[in-house]
Structures are given as structure tokens and as C-alpha cells.
């Protein structure tokens, strides 16, 4: 996640043609990808400003990190989740002004036990587990692709994403074991959120807007097996998080 | 050089250039035996005398099959004379040598001897030494930042026949690349070979801020037709595109990432030039077309392009060389074409005085490169002035006067052909200067120009003034 491209920043406005960029949503984009998106659209959704989302079946290369999604807003390009909070917050706009610096370091430690635990099981999930890989993930990948290249570049992606599970220690798990890993950080932040409606009470925050994507696309993405949603339903108070934020930042978004 | 032994004499007979008028009778002091009182009376007649040549034959064959030598030894056997013979033998010795599977050929002209010996008969014999089974070379190469490591195979004559096997790894600080080759003329019509690759080679491109890697094999069947040499090529090419510094412009950033092309193209070529590199005279005409999409790929196109040159040699030992080029891009279907396929323009190899393929359509200071172009160029080659190291070094050198012309852009396709002739024809750039060019072997050329760049486009980025540019195809 790289800062260097705000450096040079000039305060301008944000301009109508601010684009959002994501693989294609009918055939291709995957779970993980899909709930980055979100994550970002949510954010932007709950700044206030205004984005439009364009498929392109090379995002993720056209993307100056290599990963989803990523905006181009005037002459700048920025990626993933975290620089696109910062590059905002330098135009001025920012959902954790009004958090002090406990619940800053809090809100912090919660984005990485979701990016460690939630987005790690995603991509364990779409590339490790065998069903999964042959019948969804790797059919989508490749879709706009003709043969052979198609099965190159599945293959590719696939061997890297095991290499890189393997690099963070979760080669050797099981699904059942990942499940388990997915029960218990929705249970940490079951727990945080309590009856509160956002995890900082009344405004939402990016936290907000990161657990939005990842649980809301898990819970309407259709997988080989239903394990994975069941697991987040048992916590109603998530569900009706989920629902909240979708009515009200999503409520005009058409399915 | 030929040994040639008539009764006992022997002599030497020199090949090269061919003798005008009869061989020159030349004696090894070494080889002298008792005069014959025939050898005068002999000598006379040598060159009306008719012959019969009974035995043509190679010596010195190791993994070479014979079937391959047969075809260009056969006309050997049709001389009637012995001027005749030692003329198609030198034509022979010229086609064995072409195969490139000899390092050496001699050629043995002797009496015939035997059972069956005529009185006029000849035995032919080619002494020939092959080529090693693998020649390697290693090279370091350094440049623009990157220093690489260059490994050479080569495999002449691999199984008998003339086949070639060439393979390259070049290992470097950024990128890695390589290719693999094999060559297979037909036996007894060398002009018809084919030949078959398997490559993956890098390209950074500065002007466009693209890096680009391509994965290949491909396929080439030559065959001459007449005057012309055709050449149709079957291609497979997984290409993958990217930004060359985060500072690209977003039009290059969007046309990042893979792509697969399979394209069949044709080419021919019709060459009558005395050189490739400064030529005196001939003309050179070469066509060239591609269709890709329809066996398989994302890239569907059909991209035609042309070369046309024609030198003549005016007074004084100067030059005149006029040449055009031009290509189009047609995308089939409704994607865009892509950067990787576009043409590009400019640069001291096309129009001098405008910086290396920075002109036309561009984003940012990135060139996009055209869909249409066309290029012409006239030149007048002089020796240089006051003509020093006349005869040796100062040859190599050439002074030239140049004028360049030409256009890229991007067609709407929707329009007609005389929309896009005007098209073409606005906005021409052009340039004309002075220049020194050296010639290279027969492979390359350098210059270096003195440039004055007119009609120049916005966006259009120049190089007035001197201008170096080394390379294998100029404008």
C-alpha cells in the first residue's frame, strides 16, 4: 500500500468523472475482488461522493498494485482500501475525524483482523479449496480469455494465491478449519458492535464500510456450499448492519 | 583453386574469377615430373575438347545424407566441354556452400580411371569439410541501464539434411528472454524451407511508456514463385502489456494485460538490389499482410503494409533513392485495435528529425501509435567529399542528402476511403537534412544527420538539429 502517490497532491475538488474500476460483475469479478469493491463503493457512498463503477475485464492490471479495485480520480490512480482513505482524507474528506486516538488504534486493529482473517479465507476458499477453484473460481477468472491463454492465467492466479496462503501459515488448513477462523472473527465483531448501529456509534466509519463489503457480498454470493453465509447469519446483529447500511447508502443501487 | 591432372600433368587452375579464355597453366615446382611430349598438343585443345563427366562425388561426408547433396551436384554431369565443367562445377560449389553445412568445399577435376574409363571422361570430386555438430558463443551485453548475458547454440545440420537449429538465452538484470528455432529446407530446392519458433522476448518502449512481453511459436513457409519470394506464417502470441512507470498516461494504463493473438500473414518480396545496405541499383518491393482472429485468439485485425524502394546511380558515383512505405490496421468486429498492433512513426530510421516513434496520436506525452500511416523518403548518396581513404576505410562512409515525409494517424472506419486519403494527406510532417551514413557489413548502417523538422503537429515531439541513428531499415 503505497502513500508515495499522494506526495504531490493538489487540493482540487472531487470531479464528476471520478471512475471506480472492477472486473466484469456478470462473469468474471470473484468473492474476494467483489467485496473490495464494496468495501470501497460503501466508503465513498458514506463520504458523500460521488463515483462511477466501470467493468473492465483487465482491472486487475490496469490496477498500479495489482489489486482490486482502484479509482481514477482527475490524473490520479489509487488502489485498495486503505490509500483510498488516505488520498481523501487529503482532499478533506474523512469518516474518523471525530474518533480519538484510542478508538483510531481500535478501529485500526479491527480493519486488520478483518483483512487477515476474512479476506485471507475468502481467497483460501476461491483458490485452495478444489470444488470451489474448478467449478467457480477458475471458469471466471478466465472468461474473457480465449483458449489456452484462459487456463494460463487461471492456473497462474491459482498457484499464486496458494503460495501466498502458504507464506501466511494457512497451507496446511483445513475448510473446516478455515470456517472456524470466519466464526470467530464475526463473533469478535458481533461483539464490538453490539446494538450499536456503526462500530463508532452513531457515524459510520471505514470499518464500517470494510465489514459491509466482506459480509454483505459473502452473504449474497452463491458458492458451492452455503457453509460460509450460514456461519455469519447465527450473528443477527451483523445481518441487520448489513441491511442498514445497504438501505441507506445502497437503496437506489440496482441489482 | 582446382587440381586438375591430365596424364601426368598435373595443374592448377584458378576458379575464381572464371577464366576468360581457356585455363592458365600454372606448375607446382614440387609436383613436376617428365615433360610428356603430348602436353603441348593437349594443351591446345583443352578448351574445345568435349567430355563426358562419368563421376561426380563428395568426399569427406560425415552425419550429411547424401540425398540432400544429389540435387545440387546433378548439373554437374550435363557439361559437355570442360569450360562447361568447370563452370557448373563452381555453381555447384556455390549451392553446397549456401546449404551452410560446410565449412569448405574444394572442387577435384581428374581423368576418369577404371574399368569403364572413357577416353574423354571426367571424375568430379568435391572435397568438402563439415561444420562442427555445435557451435556456442557467449556475449555480455550492457545498455540502457541493464546489463545482460547473452548465450548463443547454434546446430548446423542437425539430422543430415541441411536442418538448422539455433537457440538463444539471454539472461539479464530486468527482463529474461529466448528463442528456439528450427530450420528445414526442401532437399534439392533450397529456396523452400520451413521453419518453426518457439520465443519469448521483452520490449520496454520509452515513447509509449509499455512494457511488453510476447510468448510465441510460430510457423514459416518460404517458397520462391518467378521473381518473388512468398513467405506464409502461421503466429501464436500470448502478449502481456504494462505500464513502464507508474507516470503513464491512463489510455496506456488501460490497454494493459494479456491478449492472445494467432494470425496468419503473408508476405512477399521481390529484391533485385545489388545490396541491402547502400545499394547502387535495383528495386526492392515487399508486401505484407495479416489477418489474426480467425484461427483462434482475442486480437482480431487485418493489417496490410507495403516497402517500396528504388535506387539508381546517377553520375559521378552518387546515388538516387526514393522509397515509400505505408501500412493500415483494420480491426474486425467491435473491439478497438490494440497498442502492441498499432503502426509507429518517426525517428532517424523513418523521418529524421523527429524523436524515435513520437509523432501522432498521444496521451499524456505517451504515443498510441496510428492505425494508418504513410512514409516517403528521397535520398542522394555522394561519396564524401574530397573522397579520403579512397579504396579502403573512406568507402565505407557516405554523405546524404535527405528529404522525409509522412503522416500516422487513426481512422474512423466508418467513413470512406476518400475521407481517409484526405485524412492521410493533412498535416503531413516532414524533414530534410544532411548527413554522414556508414555502412556496417552488409547488415547495418549508422548515420548521422543534420535534421530540419517541418510541419510539425502538436503533440509531435522533434529532434532538430543532429541526429545518430544506428539500425537495419531506414526510410
Not at chain 1, 494465491?161 to 463473533?187: H, I, P
Not at chain 2, 496520436?361 to 528521397?378: C, F, H, T, V
Amino acid at each position: 500500500m503505497s502513500i508515495k502517490l499522494f506526495i504531490t497532491l493538489v487540493s482540487t475538488p472531487w470531479p464528476e468523472s471520478a471512475t471506480l474500476y472492477q472486473p466484469l460483475k456478470e462473469d468474471q469479478i470473484l468473492l474476494s475482488d467483489c467485496a473490495s469493491s464494496l468495501a470501497v463503493q460503501a466508503y465513498l457512498r458514506m463520504c458523500g461522493l460521488p463515483v462511477q463503477v466501470v467493468c473492465r475485464a483487465n482491472a486487475e492490471y490496469m490496477s498500479p498494485s495489482g489489486k482490486i479495485p482502484f479509482i481514477h480520480v482527475g490524473n490520479q490512480v489509487v488502489s485498495e482500501l486503505g490509500p483510498i482513505v488516505q488520498f481523501t482524507k487529503a482532499k478533506g474528506n474523512s469518516l474518523s475525524d471525530g474518533l480519538d486516538d484510542i478508538q483510531r488504534a481500535e478501529m485500526k486493529a479491527y480493519m486488520e483482523l478483518v483483512n487477515n482473517m476474512l479476506l485471507t479465507a475468502e481467497l483460501y476458499i476461491q483458490w485452495c479449496d478444489d470444488a470451489t477453484a474448478a467449478e467457480i473460481s477458475r471458469p471466471r477468472y478466465s472468461s474473457p480469455y480465449s483458449w489456452p491463454l484462459s487456463n494460463i492465467l487461471a492456473y497462474q492466479k491459482q498457484w499464486e494465491v496458494r503460495r501466498k496462503m502458504n507464506a501466511v501459515g494457512w497451507g496446511g488448513k483445513t475448510l473446516e478449519q478455515v470456517y472456524e477462523d470466519v466464526n470467530q472473527c464475526c463473533q469478535a465483531l458481533s461483539q464490538r458492535l453490539g446494538t450499536q448501529p456503526y462500530f463508532f456509534n452513531k457515524q459510520p466509519t471505514e470499518l464500517d464500510a470494510l465489514v459491509f463489503g466482506h459480509l454483505f457480498t459473502i452473504l449474497t454470493t452463491r458458492l458451492t456450499s452455503t457453509e460460509l453465509a450460514e456461519r455469519i447469519k447465527s450473528y443477527s446483529n451483523l445481518l441487520s448492519f448489513c441491511r442498514r447500511i445497504e438501505q441507506t447508502y445502497f437503496e437506489d443501487k440496482s441489482s | 583453386m582446382v587440381w586438375c591432372s591430365f596424364g601426368t600433368m598435373n595443374c592448377i587452375i584458378n576458379l575464381d574469377p572464371l577464366p576468360m579464355r581457356g585455363p592458365e597453366l600454372g606448375v607446382q615446382p614440387d609436383d613436376i615430373e617428365a615433360p610428356d611430349i603430348e602436353h603441348e598438343p593437349k594443351q591446345e585443345v583443352l578448351e574445345n575438347k568435349n567430355v563426358v563427366v562419368q563421376r561426380v562425388h563428395i568426399d569427406g561426408l560425415g552425419r550429411t545424407k547424401d540425398d540432400v547433396l544429389t540435387y545440387e551436384i546433378a548439373e554437374v554431369f550435363q557439361a559437355k566441354n570442360l569450360i562447361d565443367v568447370m563452370r557448373r562445377s563452381h555453381e555447384a560449389r556455390q549451392k553446397l556452400l549456401r546449404l551452410g553445412i560446410f565449412r569448405k568445399v574444394e572442387v577435384v577435376i581428374d581423368t576418369s580411371r577404371g574399368e569403364h574409363a572413357l577416353p574423354n571422361g571426367l571424375d568430379v570430386t568435391f572435397e568438402v569439410t563439415e561444420l562442427r555438430r555445435m557451435t556456442g558463443s557467449y556475449n555480455t551485453m550492457v545498455g540502457n541501464n541493464e546489463g545482460s548475458m547473452v548465450l548463443g547454440l547454434k546446430l548446423p545440420n542437425v539430422l543430415g539434411r541441411a536442418e538448422k537449429m539455433t537457440f538463444q538465452f539471454s539472461y539479464g538484470t530486468k527482463e529474461t528472454s529466448y528463442g528456439l528455432s528450427f530450420f528445414k529446407p526442401q532437399p534439392g530446392n533450397f529456396e523452400r524451407n520451413i521453419s518453426l519458433n518457439v520465443y519469448k522476448v521483452t520490449g520496454q518502449f520509452p515513447w509509449s511508456s509499455l512494457r511488453e512481453t510476447d510468448r510465441g511459436v510460430s510457423g514459416e513457409l518460404s517458397f520462391p514463385v518467378w521473381k518473388t519470394n512468398q513467405t506464409l506464417k502461421w503466429e501464436g502470441v500470448w502478449r502481456e502489456l504494462g505500464c513502464l512507470a507508474r507516470t503513464a498516461s491512463f489510455a496506456v494504463r488501460e490497454e494493459s494485460g494479456h491478449s492472445l493473438k494467432s494470425s496468419l500473414s503473408h508476405s512477399m518480396v521481390i529484391d533485385t538490389r545489388n545490396s541491402s545496405i547502400l545499394p547502387r541499383k535495383g528495386a526492392l518491393m515487399k508486401i505484407h499482410q495479416e489477418l489474426a482472429g480467425y484461427t483462434g485468439g482475442d486480437a482480431s485485425f487485418l493489417k496490410e503494409d507495403f516497402e517500396i524502394q528504388l535506387n539508381k546511380t546517377l553520375f559521378w558515383d552518387s546515388v538516387l533513392s526514393a522509397s515509400l512505405w505505408g501500412g493500415l490496421l483494420l480491426p474486425i468486429g467491435d473491439k478497438p485495435t490494440n497498442i502492441a498492433d498499432r503502426f509507429y512513426l518517426g525517428g532517424p530510421t523513418s523521418i529524421r528529425g523527429f524523436s524515435m516513434y513520437s509523432m501522432g496520436p498521444q496521451s499524456e506525452g505517451d504515443y498510441l501509435g496510428g492505425e494508418g500511416y504513410w512514409a516517403g523518403g528521397l535520398h542522394l548518396y555522394t561519396p564524401l567529399p574530397f573522397r579520403p581513404g579512397k579504396g579502403g576505410f573512406g568507402d565505407l562512409f557516405r554523405t546524404h542528402f535527405f528529404l522525409n515525409a509522412g503522416n500516422l494517424c487513426n481512422l474512423n472506419y466508418g467513413e470512406g476511403p476518400q475521407a481517409h486519403l484526405k485524412k492521410l494527406a493533412e498535416c503531413i510532417r516532414w524533414s530534410y537534412g544532411v548527413g554522414v551514413v556508414l555502412r556496417l557489413g552488409n547488415i547495418a548502417r549508422l548515420e548521422l544527420n543534420y535534421c530540419i523538422p517541418m510541419g510539425v503537429q502538436s503533440g509531435d515531439r522533434i529532434c532538430d538539429g543532429f541526429q545518430f541513428g544506428a539500425g537495419i531499415r531506414f526510410l
